[in-house]
């Protein structure tokens, strides 16, 4: 093989870098959540069982993770919605020029530039002013917003852009309301964007930290419970804890993959049944 | 008998623009027209990019609203109605077949908003479908199509309202040269059967002659000249419409003398020049002459120098000499370009036939000759 320069192997261990940073320290945890009973936090390992993956389920021993997993699903269910209807709605808005439409984006983008930590001081210190209590389900899910939407807002931006506007044209021209025109045409058109949207609202929200960290109240996320027992548990049950998540990230990939490749299958079974045809 | 039958149907298809303007900011698109396309025509309006044909065709289909004047179609005023309820139906130069319905949901989309049964509306897409031949295709996605194939979906989907007024938005510029020729066949007898009037937004002076009953030539937001083709093409109205519909030398020059119903020129370099027309001694004259007219012979090398050569009676052949520039071989035609000494230069179509019994070569004198009458005057634009 010829043509490999310098900057080839310069690409290829800079990878090999980055690779060994993001799975090294995974592979480490998921290699240590397999301690035996008696093993520690750190290698060697003093033989092997799922001893720590049963240790999950005892609430004394971890604390309330099911709650804390539960609580991040379903905050991250409802922030994907909220992020995937309010985003589509301000997209739409933003296609008109009305007025003060430039200064409301500023302030929206501005939420991405303003330290998350201060947001997160800034909604808990509201709501104490306002005598009433954080709770996941209400600060927690502003805090959260305060972060999915802007970047909801942007992808939208990106979407209308390049979408054509001779499609509405159409559908008006052949009779369509407004609303038929954003069912029938709009909506199917983007579907794969705010299923994109939908789902980097979900990932921001599972994973949020700063800006939960004092808008949340006292039943804790599950970044939130994760960090507090790092510090006040020294068994490997954390790395049980750990290894469990990441499979549940992973798992979420691998449906929504598999109903990709589930629709262009559909697809294709289409074209070739037409192709039989013809 | 056809055109009995559906002559209530035909005036429901009269289209009437009076002083419609459109102006997009301070830019001007559009200069406060006035039109009236008889019910069952075929019209195009005809003009280069920019001068407010396609403004036109949408401020007609209602996607754009003028911002004076009003547009009447049939008997109603439609100036204030949306574009779904003017009887229009409008074929987009992108055809913007939705990508997610195959090409039978398409056509069949307007029935689905008036919430036509599923089964009910794709037989009825499919009858439309099979009138542009394309029932074979139709479960197909737009992405599965070629771009002719696109097209004849589209234009199901706009005849499946059953319009009174088709508009059709640069409808050929997408296709290669030989289907553009197929397809404008198929527009025009598809036009007479439906009897339906047909409003088409070209650049292309030739699809415009080949099509139209009616041809709009647009220059900078107005109406340059209205007729029928072979006036158009004839009897062009001004230097801008002799220049775009092409086939013509546009010159010029000023009344030395009258001669009955003569008008004598003077043009650049000594050229002298006979013209039909009334304008008295010392106004500025312009005025074409066909290039399929011109009658071209091999000439002395003085008559190229001096750049002109006159007739000494009026009512004579009107000559002009000049280098050949270019020879181009057009088939039944050979076009012959002389430089002549003005900015424009000067083109003779030859029939091959008569070109070959004497042909020149590039850089040679030849003399260019008209019949007085073929010179057509020009009003100012």
Redesign the interface.
Known sequence: MHGRTPGCYLGTAFFALFVLFLYGPLSAIFVLSFQGPDGGLTFPMNGWSVHWFGALLERQAVGDFQGSFLRSFELGAVVMAATVAISLSAGLAFRRRFRGAGLLFYVVVASLIIPSILVSLGIGLLFRILDLDTAWWSSGLGAHLTWTLPFGLLIMFAVFNRF?K??E????????TGA?TLR??VV??I?PSLVGVGLLGFTLSYDEFARTLLAVGTDLTLPLSIYGMTTNITTPVLYALGTVTTGFSFAVIAVFLVATRWLQRR?AA??S??TA?? | MQSEAASPSRAAGTVELVAVAKRFGDAVAVDGISLKIPGGAYCCLLGPSGCGKTTTLRMIAGHERPSDGDIRIGAEVVTDLPPGRRKTAMMFQSYALFPHLSAQDNVAFSLKLRGVKKAARRATAREQLKRVHMEDYAERLPAQLSGGQQQRVALARALITNPSVLLLDEPLSALDPYLRVRVREELKRLQGELGVTFIHVTHSQEEALALADLVVVMDRGRIAQAGQPHDVYSRPSTAFVARFIGGHNVLEGAVQRRDGQWAVLTGIGAARFAVPCPAAVGATVRFAVRADKVVLERAHAELAAIGGHVVAAAGGPNRLGGRVQAIEYQGAFVRVTLDDGTAEPFTALVPDDVFYRAPLTVGEPAAASWSPADAHVLTES
Do not use: F, L, N
């Not at chain 1, 044209?169 to 369509?176: K, L, M, N, P, S």
């Open positions: 054509d001779a499609y044209e159409v559908a008006r021209d052949q009779g369509a038929q029938h045409v199917p058109i579907a697809t289409r074209r049944h037409v045809r013809t």
